[in-house]
């Protein structure tokens, strides 16, 4: 079983950045996609980003392309996203997660092995 801890979050104006990481322990996920995941105040958990294993093809919500970007380090078990031109409808905790199986997808229902999740506040 892998264990996924998410860190970087904290609270920044509109317009600021922030860098997101997600170490995982325990099994080595090399192979497999990476999620972010996100889920704001009264809302249900929404699909933020994701890479493949090798090369890294990446997929992104709409409302982030082109603000954010995803990346990973495979010798540091390490999952990267880099969030810039921060909204306030940005705000959410902020989730990683290992993609099950092969292949790459956007529905949290191919994901597993959340973490706990890091706070992401952003003010007007």
């Known amino acids: 079983q892998v264990q996924l801890v998410e860190s970087g979050g904290g609270l920044v104006q509109a317009g600021g950045s922030l860098r997101l990481s997600c170490a995982a322990s325990?099994?080595?996920?090399?192979?497999?996609?990476m999620g972010w995941f996100r889920r704001a105040p009264g809302q249900e958990r929404e699909f933020v980003a994701a890479?493949?294993?090798?090369?890294?093809?990446?997929i992104y919500a709409d409302s982030v392309k082109g603000r954010f970007t995803i990346s990973r380090d495979n010798a540091k078990n390490t999952v990267y996203l880099q969030m810039n031109s921060l909204k306030p409808e940005d705000t959410a905790v902020y989730y990683c997660?290992?993609?099950?199986?092969?292949?790459?997808?956007?529905?949290?229902?191919?994901?597993?092995?959340w973490g706990q999740g890091t706070q992401v506040t952003v003010s007007s």
């Open positions: 997660a290992v993609h099950q199986g092969p292949g790459i997808h956007k529905n949290q229902n191919y994901f597993g092995s």
């Open positions: 325990g099994r080595t996920f090399s192979t497999n996609a």
């Open positions: 890479i493949s294993w090798i090369p890294g093809y990446t």
